[in-house]
């Protein structure tokens, strides 16, 4: 009897195994199945499109704002909470909104609102005629690269620009009209022939206030602006440019796979700059341009160059409690030539200073004689130049890279200059559609390169 | 009598040759507009610009983002404006720099060589970089302008002042000017160095005399006060002819010699003002402009000012046009121009002047 | 007292006041010395100063630091403060009589737009009058040369016409709006960065003065200062009145001339190591002027001394008052620019003649 029941119970135990082994099969597979199409991947970010319409803040526009949007309207969810619900920007959340979100889904052309941002005047908002087929840009290199990691290149159609950028970087745009010599204005006559050529609708300038101040004019002349900030450090910022011009363009896989990829690297080294204990944390400036008469430009402040050295774990010595005003007059940074003497007071004096240039790093045809002097000679009296922690770095990378080799240099033993080396060559690999190899270049110079280099050339 | 018959065809022919200069003037001026809207960044052939602005004039409107539309915006709202305003500031500062050399009795003074240039320009500086202004709060209305007038009026006072203690002698008034100049100069860029890079940039490009700022809306303002102005000169002309005799001659004529120069200086910097406002500071059309017609028409205040006022819109349209000629993408400004223009022509005018007249 | 000893104690009391003059000088001198960025205390640098004397080697990289700064950077630059400062105040002395008009300063040659045409053209074309492998070198040598160019284009001139006072003024000033045409004009093709550099150095500083230029400068001074001496009483003859010249033997328009050069030279030194320093030349004479009189015996030495201790007052007050971006310019035509002003609405116009 006993026997019987055990066989039973087993057999009992193995059937409801069996049950609940398919059942959750049958489940799991209808919650794969369920998951917004099959095509439908999930990207790791943060950052969010900042576009009206995406009411729920993430990173598309997609079904799940339509039910935000019909949330807000049932009372269910509050619109000062979800203030990109408002998709026509017509101050009210109501079935207007909801026809604008389904025609951006059903990609139809209409005009949408973005929010743009300013560095000093704060954020406003556009319209611009959507989706954006043609545009002129205002051509920093952190621009470009933004451009090209956005993948938009085709669509720019004139540049301007006051320094050549690196061709071996940007070959498309050896090829593209220049409009200006400045980097902070077109002339709308100048630019008339490009914007009937190629039916520009647009122009994607940066957040610099001065930049395109004639903004209005070409409001009027029907063209839309754009503004990015093409060289912010922080992941999430950084990952809404990207998906900005992907959404505007139409490039969002590309867009959002980059994204993801910059969002995983700067964690990672994130992470291990926490690693780091803060009596071992370096003091560091940075500079970005030659000395002139006036001297060598040390940003501080609100700058990105600091914000670079500072994701790389470094501390910049010009703190905030520091009046820099007092020291030069500028909010942004001072000059610094080799007569004076404010950067060698204890309470400043940097363990390091790294100079950021742009240079033709990729075609690893850098003079390095030449650019240390022009770059750091004005430090030759400071401490850090005696301990040889001066150091002279590519100002082209994509600004991931340059924190990567920022942090390489700060705490050699973190962060090996083989690890940035290979990130360098990763992100060009992966994502980049010239076929540049940073394979073999060097893109940093440091006081023995140049010793060498001297010893070379005499 | 025959004689004064004789004399009389001989005044009026006399006469008519002033007139026919004004009048060629005139006429060049108003060509020269239609004429300088073909320069600039983009390609368009004559006969295309001319067909948009006869249907933009009869009130065509294109659809936004087609070609014409476009083309309609380059002509109409940036070229025709910027054209038009060349004739107003050329005409209003050779104008200034007619009377100017009247009031003192000195060939050398106009708006830029007295320092009133930069003075108006440090006012600007103020209203854009500390927001400070007296009337209204922006720079396209009278709060720049205002500005600008209080900073001119300053240099002014002085060189009447200065010109009084330490004689009128056309060497002093310049070096008191370059002085002055100088002065406001170091000011401007002593307020350029507390604003951020943005407004310095800004600031500086502003300050060498450009028109590539100039719309519809900075139009009504200058036309305006210049217009106001130079008819009302051309008014008071028969008393600045008086002027030109001498003080002591003027006074025995009833004239009030102080209360006149007074007034017109005052005039004059409201005009330079409202200016150098909206395109900064442009030299030499005050200085050379009315040498030039002094010499083909002689000193009379009742023609100089006309002549004065076409021929310098002319001629800083012209240079104007030359800048836009030789960068197309807008890089040279109107300004250096002219200064490239005037001041070979202002060595010469004193190289070739005999000694007596300084 | 008779008349005579008047005249001797009178004399007696100018030299006095030059000499207080000079004294004062001297300590704001010293002074200035300890007020930089980098906050070193007088007492400090005294310290170091005596050190180094004593040749008292460096311990760690902060006594290194102070060091150099106070012996290398700011004892030249003192000292060469006051010898620049020094020399603009006897040249616009000298200046302004010969000239015979108020307004002139040592730029009245058009010395400041030809420099300043050099260094465009050497720092947008790197065009220099001599090859030479140091930039700050050839910068300075550029300036020199182009800065002598207008004073010889008066010159040329002046083989065709007579130049009387004003006409030499006139012809300068028109001579530097020309240059400063070019000069403009070239800036349009230039990068951003060659603009702040031309622009800095307009305005002027006295950042770039080290060891090696304070000798010239030290020697271009005492060149001028022995010249003005030694012609002191041509020059006042010419500050009268051309007839009264030529009257006495001396033909007015080449004195001039000569004078012209001396001046233009020395200015051009000054020029060429600090920018263009306005106003120095021109108010130095005038306070001179006020305590000693019109003689140029005395006028010359007192300017030198006015002007030195001029400059070095502006120079240490823009380094310890204000932020670094402020050169010394700016404060001389702040400060200088309403002096001037006021001395002027108080001449009478008698004093200066025709």
């Not at chain 1, 999930?42 to 997609?62: E, R, T, W």
């Not at chain 1, 005629?129 to 051509?139: F, L, Q």
């Not at chain 1, 940073?438 to 010893?455: N, R």
């Not at chain 3, 006021?342 to 008698?350: A, E, T």
């Amino acid at each position: 009897m006993a026997n019987e029941v055990i066989v039973m119970n087993t057999k009992v135990i193995a059937l409801v195994v069996v049950v609940i082994v398919v059942a959750a099969g049958a489940v799991g597979a209808a919650a794969l199945l369920n998951n917004k199409g099959s095509n439908e991947k999930y990207y790791a970010i943060d950052g969010a499109l900042n576009v009206y319409g995406n009411a729920d803040g993430d990173y598309k526009i997609d079904g799940n704002d339509l039910s935000v949007i019909q949330d807000v309207i049932d009372g269910k969810k509050r619109f000062a909470h979800y203030p990109l619900a408002d998709a026509n920007l017509d101050g009210k959340v109501d079935s207007a909104d909801k026809d604008l979100v389904n025609k951006i889904i059903n990609k139809e052309s209409c005009t949408i609102n973005i929010i743009n941002q300013k560095k000093t005047a704060g954020n406003y908002n556009s319209s611009v005629k959507w989706p954006v087929k043609s545009a002129i840009a205002t051509g920093s290199s952190n621009n470009l690269l933004l451009f090209t990691f956005a993948g938009i290149n085709e669509y720019v159609h004139g540049i301007c620009y006051s320094t050549t950028p690196d061709w071996v970087l940007f070959p498309y745009y050896k090829d593209v009209t220049k409009l200006a010599n400045s980097s902070t204005a077109i002339s709308i006559d100048a630019a008339n022939d490009t914007i009937k050529e190629y039916n520009v609708t647009a122009l994607i300038s940066d957040y610099t206030d001065s930049t395109i101040s004639n903004e209005s004019e070409y409001n009027k002349n029907g063209i839309d602006v754009i503004r990015v900030s093409a060289a912010v450090t922080d992941p999430d910022k950084y990952a809404s440019q990207l998906l900005m011009l992907g959404f505007l363009f139409g490039t969002e896989t590309k867009a959002l796979e980059f994204a993801e990829w910059n969002t995983k690297v700067l964690k990672e080294i994130g992470d291990k700059v926490a690693t780091i204990a803060d009596a071992n944390k370096k003091t560091v400036v940075t500079s970005n341009s030659a000395a002139s008469t006036k001297g060598v430009w040390l940003s501080a402040g609100v700058s990105d160059y600091r914000a670079v050295m500072e994701q790389a774990g470094g501390v910049y010595a010009i703190g905030d409690d520091y009046d820099i005003y007092a020291v030069s007059g500028y909010t942004s940074g001072a000059y610094f030539k080799k007569g004076d003497t404010w950067l060698y007071q204890p309470d400043v004096n940097p363990d390091y200073i790294i100079s950021m240039r742009v240079s033709t790093w990729y075609s690893g045809t850098v003079d390095v004689k030449d650019l240390w002097e022009k770059s750091v000679s004005a430090f030759d009296e400071s401490e850090a130049y005696t301990n040889k922690h001066v150091y002279v770095m590519t100002g082209d990378a994509p600004i991931t890279i340059r924190i990567a080799y920022a942090a390489a240099i700060l705490y050699p033993d973190v962060f090996t200059m083989d690890w940035a080396n290979g990130l360098n060559k990763e992100v060009f690999e992966k994502f980049y559609p010239a076929d540049i190899n940073p394979e073999g270049k060097s893109f940093v110079i440091s006081y023995d390169d140049y010793t060498a280099a001297k010893a070379a050339a005499a | 009598m025959e004689t004064r018959e004789a004399l009389k065809e001989e005044y009026k022919s006399y006469i008519g040759r002033k007139i026919i200069f004004i009048a060629v003037c005139g006429a060049l001026a108003v060509l020269l507009i239609g004429a300088s809207v073909y320069f600039g960044g983009s390609d368009l052939s004559l006969a295309h610009i001319y067909d948009l602005l006869w249907k933009h004039i009869t009130g065509t409107v294109y659809e936004v983002g087609t070609d014409d539309f476009h083309d309609d915006y380059v002509v109409w709202e940036l070229r025709l404006p910027r054209a038009i305003f060349a004739i107003i500031a050329g005409a209003g500062l050779a104008v200034c720099g007619a009377v100017m050399q009247s009031v003192m009795k000195n060939p050398l003074a106009d708006p830029y060589t007295t320092g009133i240039s930069s003075g108006a320009c440090f006012g600007m500086a103020v209203a854009m970089i500390l927001g400070i202004t007296i009337a209204g709060n922006s720079i396209t209305d009278m709060g720049g302008i205002m500005n600008a007038f209080l900073f001119a009026v300053l240099p002014m006072l002085f060189i009447i002042v200065i010109s009084k203690r330490v004689g009128s002698m056309p060497a002093t008034l310049i070096l008191a000017g370059v002085a002055i100049t100088y002065i406001f100069n170091s000011l401007t860029t002593l307020l350029m160095m507390m604003s951020d890079d943005s407004t310095m940039a800004m600031v500086y490009r502003w300050q060498v005399g450009s028109l590539s700022n100039v719309l519809w809306d900075s139009i009504p303002l200058p036309f305006f006060i210049n217009f106001v102005g130079i008819i009302v000169l051309l008014l008071l002309s028969r008393k600045l002819n008086i002027l030109a005799l001498g003080d002591e001659s003027a006074k025995s004529l009833g004239l009030d010699t102080e209360m006149m120069r007074v007034i017109c200086l005052f005039i004059i910097s409201f005009m330079i003002a409202s200016i150098v406002c909206f395109c900064g500071i442009i030299g030499f059309i005050g200085l050379v402009i009315p040498h030039i017609v002094r010499a083909i028409i002689d000193s009379d205040n009742h023609f100089v000012i006309p002549a004065s006022a076409a021929l310098g819109g002319i001629v800083l349209l012209t240079a104007d046009v030359i800048a836009r000629y030789l960068s197309p993408l807008d890089a040279i400004p109107a300004g250096v121009i002219m200064s490239f223009i005037g001041a070979p022509i202002f060595l010469l005018i004193i190289v070739m002047k005999k000694r007596e007249v300084w | 007292m008779t008349q005579k000893q008047e005249y001797y104690r009178k004399n007696r009391l100018k030299i006095v006041g030059i000499l207080i003059l000079l004294v004062v000088t001297a300590i704001i001198g010293i002074y200035s010395i300890s007020v930089t960025q980098y906050h070193i205390s007088f007492g400090k640098a005294i310290d170091i100063i005596i050190n180094h004397i004593n040749n008292v080697e460096p311990t760690n990289y902060t006594e290194w630091i102070e060091d150099k700064i106070v012996c290398e950077k700011l004892a030249p630059r003192g000292i060469g403060g006051i010898a620049v400062g020094a020399i603009l105040g006897v040249c616009g002395a000298i200046m302004q009589s010969t000239i015979r008009n108020p307004l002139a300063d040592p730029y009245t040659t058009g010395i400041s737009s030809g420099a300043l045409l050099g260094v465009t053209l050497f720092t947008i074309f790197g065009i220099t009058v001599i090859p030479v492998n140091d930039t700050d070198l050839g910068l300075i040598i550029t300036a020199f040369v182009f800065a002598l160019i207008p004073c010889f284009i008066i010159l040329g001139l002046s083989i065709f016409k007579t130049i009387t006072s004003n006409t030499m003024i006139l012809i300068g000033i028109a001579v530097m709006y020309v240059f400063n045409a070019i000069s403009t004009l070239f800036r349009y093709t230039a990068t951003d960065e060659d603009v702040a550099t031309i622009y800095s150095w307009a305005v002027g500083s006295l950042g770039m003065v080290d060891w090696s230029s304070v000798p010239i400068l030290l020697v271009a001074f005492v060149i001028i200062f022995i010249f003005g001496m030694g012609y002191s009483r041509t020059i006042n003859i010419l500050s009268a009145d051309d007839r009264l010249c030529k009257s006495l033997g001396i033909n007015p328009s080449k004195a001039r001339i000569l004078c012209l050069i001396l001046v233009a030279v020395a200015t051009a030194t000054a020029v060429c190591f600090v920018g263009t320093i306005g106003f120095v030349g021109l108010v130095a004479p005038h306070i001179a002027r006020m305590f000693v009189g019109s003689d140029n015996k005395y006028l010359i030495p007192a300017s030198a001394v006015v002007g030195g201790c001029i400059l070095i007052a502006a120079d240490t007050y823009a380094r310890v008052a204000t932020f670094t971006g402020l050169p010394v310019g700016v404060i001389t035509s702040l400060i200088g620019g309403p002096i001037f002003l006021i001395i002027l609405l108080r001449q009478r116009k008698s004093a200066w003649g025709s």
